[in-house]
């Protein structure tokens, strides 16, 4: 999966350099049809083109969804209870929040933590604390809402985590997965595949 994931990083620039190659080498009427046409166009290729989009847009298509981002737990709660909570509302991570009236961001519990900390070390879940397994705050990897998704792709692929957080100045707003960011790159792709081939008909 990590190759393919990389492979997709890739992709758009190779894609569009053979399009474009593929137009500038065309017959000589057509390359003069293109000429005065080339700036303009490329411009508002590259005006919408590959890692275009933000992290901001996968918050705002999940709609409600992304509510699912803010599901928390506390350090202080069993592992068994953070697993059950995240079986029932269907996600793969909790946000921990610290105990008491502070409630600052203590790190993330994800169910890779469970599977490696408890499952394999065969630990018990309902002895064992949300804070001793999590992965803390200082070592956490986020994204804010500007980030590019490609970027958050690669942050992804590099540290092999499938959940990153999305904080702003306010503090966290979300989190998002590493299949809405591939969901995102694979639409991203196909309006990119409609624009280079408008570009090649002369839609631009």
Same mark, same amino acid.
């Given at each position: 999966?990590?190759?393919?994931?990389?492979?997709?990083?890739?992709?758009?620039?190779?894609?569009?350099?053979?399009?474009?190659?593929?137009?500038?080498?065309?017959?000589?009427?057509?390359?003069?049809?293109?000429?005065?046409?080339?700036?303009?166009?490329?411009?508002?290729?590259?005006?919408?083109?590959?890692?275009?989009?933000?992290?901001?847009?996968?918050?705002?298509?999940?709609?409600?969804?992304?509510?699912?981002?803010?599901?928390?737990? *506390?350090?202080?709660?069993? #592992?068994?209870? @953070?697993?059950?909570? /995240? +079986?029932?509302?269907?996600?793969?991570?909790?946000? %921990?929040?610290?105990?008491?009236?502070?409630?600052?961001?203590?790190?993330?519990?994800?169910?890779?933590?469970?599977?490696?900390?408890?499952?394999?070390?065969?630990?018990?879940?309902?002895?064992?604390?949300?804070?001793?397994?999590?992965?803390?705050?200082?070592?956490?990897?986020?994204? *804010?809402?500007?980030?590019? #998704?490609?970027? @958050?792709?690669?942050? /992804? +692929?590099?540290?092999?985590?499938?959940?990153?957080? %999305?904080?702003?100045?306010?503090?966290?707003?979300?989190?998002?997965?590493?299949?809405?960011?591939?969901?995102?790159?694979?639409?991203?792709?196909?309006?990119?595949?409609?624009?280079?081939?408008?570009?090649?008909?002369?839609?631009?």
């Amino acid at each position: 999966m990590q190759g393919g994931l990389k492979q997709i990083l890739s992709h758009g620039s190779v894609l569009k350099s053979a399009v474009l190659r593929h137009v500038q080498l065309g017959s000589g009427w057509r390359q003069l049809m293109f000429v005065r046409q080339e700036t303009t166009s490329t411009a508002r290729i590259e005006e919408h083109g590959f890692e275009s989009t933000k992290i901001s847009d996968i918050l705002k298509g999940k709609g409600k969804g992304a509510d699912g981002s803010w599901l928390w737990c *506390t350090t202080d709660d069993t #592992v068994y209870d @953070a697993v059950k909570s /995240m +079986t029932h509302h269907n996600v793969g991570a909790l946000v %921990v929040v610290k105990s008491g009236e502070n409630k600052s961001i203590a790190g993330i519990i994800t169910e890779r933590d469970y599977l490696r900390k408890i499952i394999v070390q065969g630990r018990s879940s309902k002895s064992t604390k949300v804070g001793d397994i999590m992965t803390e705050e200082n070592k956490l990897i986020t994204v *804010t809402p500007e980030t590019k #998704v490609l970027k @958050a792709m690669q942050l /992804m +692929t590099d540290n092999r985590i499938r959940h990153i957080p %999305v904080i702003d100045q306010t503090g966290m707003i979300g989190m998002v997965s590493i299949g809405d960011v591939v969901r995102a790159v694979v639409c991203e792709h196909r309006e990119e595949l409609k624009r280079l081939n408008a570009f090649i008909q002369g839609g631009y």
